[in-house]
């Protein structure tokens, strides 16, 4: 008698579940850098493409991780060697340090829009551990356990997150430049200020 | 196909190879046991992962963009980052113990099996193992939808399969281990034992007897009287013969006592021979591959029915094994297939090999594609000493032919001398059959398996 297979039980153990959060939180975080489009500037389609190139290249790089290269002893063809040539590359490049870049960069070239950057902060985080999980191939069991460990940091993160937004949003103190850069010195020493006493 | 593991009550079945035995203690076994070596000590290098240099990246850029543009906002984009980083911490274990065991140390093609992995004196980090197979070695994935040849954890069994025979070395396990936070990755190798791959037998249940049997006990009818249990003719009794043989019903029709004969049940002397010197130019299908599977075959047909099972490779020069019966005999016919030089004897042309490789009244089976001429004036000799050959013919499609009408010319007149080969074969009494290597064995010895081969001498 032949049995239907569990496609939820096999879904919840693939590393495709993972790939493809990977893959869709990338296209989120440049999606969400870029638009929109027109007040970035004449940078901004250029940036646009390459973090776009940048996001796809990374999930082909986690679809393809589980390919394993033939042996020393194997003769591939002159394709064969071609494909195997590109998939090391594939595999070499930083297209996670890619997209995360180029949506940075992106969200600056736009006028300030602090908790527009504070969900794009949340994505990139999210986007890097998926990435991270989905090449390392555990499990559901596992992918739980290092999401667990990691929550109260996670955590305390995202609430310097809300308080450094929130910093933006309030009036300046002065006026002119030295205004602005005084609270991004006081933002960047306070996120340094609390890592430092993190008892991790 | 299930997993090769040991059977429970350690009786191999046909064409398996024989279970492991427990390792020795203390030490590291001799080949056919299970490989259970002692503990390694593998040395770990640390490196920063790729995660945490994509943090750094997201922090640093974050932290930059925030400077540079007096926007705090893109500081606290970075801020669960740079948390996250300030987790590391220095201090890193130099090495682990590593343990790996094969669960079968003998196989046959196709088959799965499995490496257990062991990494011991680094409970507080997470582990992972990745397989990187050797040539012809495929890894499987441990759990559906699982990555093929990787698993987590600090005892790990990485399955795979041997895509073709031969003695291969599995490969080497990469030994993962991770921090708490995933910020350091320590990396060390590991060399996999090795194992023993036989080819996988095709299926051959018919078997070609010849017509004169040795005075050998066996399960093959013969033609002459015996005490076989195949019925033969009716006769008149005799004093001595035994009352239970009485055929009643033909005594009360001839009005004399008559008895029952029976066929005698005897065994025979088959030789195979196996030409391995011309292996083909196509990569996916190797004849000589073909050749041995059709070897195995027709060695388990044979020895199942206790005959006496001989072994000759040729490769310009013969190298042979005693006929001899049982399945240990088919598992030395499997190692020698296996082309261990120490256990066969000495290389010798055929002109030489003596009555123990070759008994008088064999049926010899070679499998071969007829391309060494050398080979073919051999088997004409043999059929003339008053041997009984049967060819079965291993050669898949033609060798490669360049373009050109020079070249059309040349493998015209290759096909030519292919179709004279077996056209003088054949005049010489020498059947000729075609094995494609994929079909049943008993297909192509059909016309030869209904009744028995008779040769003349």
């Known amino acids: 008698m032949r049995t239907r297979p569990d496609l939820k039980a096999w879904w919840r153990r693939s590393t495709v579940r993972l790939t493809s959060a990977a893959g ?21 389609p250029f940036l646009i493409v390459l973090a776009a190139c940048c996001a796809a290249g990374g999930l082909a790089q986690l679809a393809t991780v589980a390919l394993v290269p033939p042996g020393a002893a194997a003769y591939p063809g002159p394709l064969a060697r071609v494909g195997l040539w590109g998939l090391y590359w594939l595999h070499r490049l930083p297209w996670a340090e890619g997209v995360v870049l180029g949506a940075l960069v992106l969200e600056a070239l736009h006028p300030a829009r602090p908790r527009h950057t504070a969900v794009l902060g949340v994505a990139l985080i999210a986007y890097l551990l998926a990435t991270h999980l989905a090449e390392s191939g555990g499990g559901p069991g596992e992918t739980a356990a290092v999401l667990r460990g990691q929550a109260p940091v996670l955590a305390a993160g995202a609430g310097l997150l809300v308080l450094a937004a929130g910093s933006a949003v309030l009036p300046s103190a002065g006026t002119g430049m030295a205004g602005g850069w005084l609270r991004a010195a006081a933002s960047v020493a306070a996120v340094l200020a609390f890592a430092l006493c993190l008892p991790v | 196909m299930p997993d090769h593991g040991p059977r429970p009550d350690h009786r191999p079945g046909p064409g398996q190879p024989p279970p492991g035995r427990p390792p020795a203690v203390g030490g590291t076994p001799g080949p056919g046991y299970l490989d259970a070596r002692p503990a390694v000590t593998v040395p770990l290098r640390w490196d920063l992962s790729r995660h945490a240099r994509r943090l750094l990246t997201l922090a640093v850029a974050g932290l930059g963009i925030a400077l540079v543009t007096g926007r705090p906002e893109f500081a606290g984009a970075a801020a669960p980052a740079l948390l996250l980083l300030s987790a590391w911490r220095p201090g890193r274990p130099p090495q682990a113990q590593v343990t790996a065991e094969l669960t079968a140390s003998r196989m046959i093609e196709g088959e799965r099996t499995a490496v257990t992995v062991s990494v011991t004196g680094v409970a507080e980090y997470s582990a992972a193992v990745v397989l990187h197979p050797a040539h012809e070695i495929v890894p499987l994935p441990a759990a559906a939808g699982q990555r093929p040849g990787y698993a987590s954890g600090h005892r790990v069994r990485l399955p795979f ?26 990396l060390g190798r590991i060399g996999l034992p090795s194992l023993e791959c036989y080819p996988r037998p095709a299926t051959q249940r018919t078997r070609v007897v010849l017509s004169r049997l040795p005075q050998r006990l066996g399960e093959h009818s013969a033609r002459a009287p015996g005490e076989g249990s195949e019925f033969a003719g009716v006769r008149e009794y005799v004093p001595g013969d035994r009352q239970r043989s009485i055929n009643w019903p033909a005594t009360t029709r001839r009005g004399r006592l008559q008895v029952n004969t029976f066929q005698a049940e005897r065994s025979q002397d088959v030789v195979i021979l196996v030409d391995t010197a011309w292996d083909g130019d196509d990569p996916d299908h190797h004849v000589v591959d073909i050749a041995l599977r059709g070897a195995a075959a027709a060695a388990q047909a044979y020895l199942d029915t206790r005959d006496r099972v001989g072994f000759i490779t040729y490769r310009y020069r013969a190298r042979w094994l005693a006929p001899g019966h049982g399945q240990r005999q088919y598992y030395r016919i499997a190692e020698a297939m296996l082309s261990q030089e120490r256990e066969w004897t000495q290389d010798t042309g055929f002109s030489r090999l003596p009555r123990q490789a070759l008994p008088p009244g064999a ?54 001398e292919q179709k004279a080969i077996r056209f003088s074969l054949r005049e010489l009494d020498i059947p000729v059959v075609h094995w494609d290597g994929e079909e049943s064995l008993d297909l192509s010895l059909a016309p030869f398996t209904r009744r028995v081969m008779v040769t003349r001498r």
């Not at chain 2, 073709?164 to 080497?172: H, K, L, S």
Request: net charge positive; glycine share 10%.
């Open chain 2, 161 to 186: 399969l041997v895509n073709r025979w031969g003695r291969r070395r599995v490969g080497t396990a990469e030994i993962v281990l991770r921090d708490r936070w995933r910020l350091s990755e320590g």
């Open chain 1, 24 to 44: 869709l939180l990338g296209a989120a975080c440049v999606a969400w850098a870029a638009v929109p489009a027109g007040p970035a500037g004449r940078a901004a």
């Open chain 2, 363 to 416: 049926l010899i089976l070679v499998f071969t594609p007829l391309m060494d001429p050398r080979l073919v004036e051999t088997l004409r000799d043999l059929r003339q000493r008053g041997f009984a050959v049967l060819i079965i013919d291993v050669l898949r499609g033609e060798p490669g032919a360049g373009r050109g009408r020079a070249a059309r010319l040349a493998q015209r007149i290759w096909r030519m």
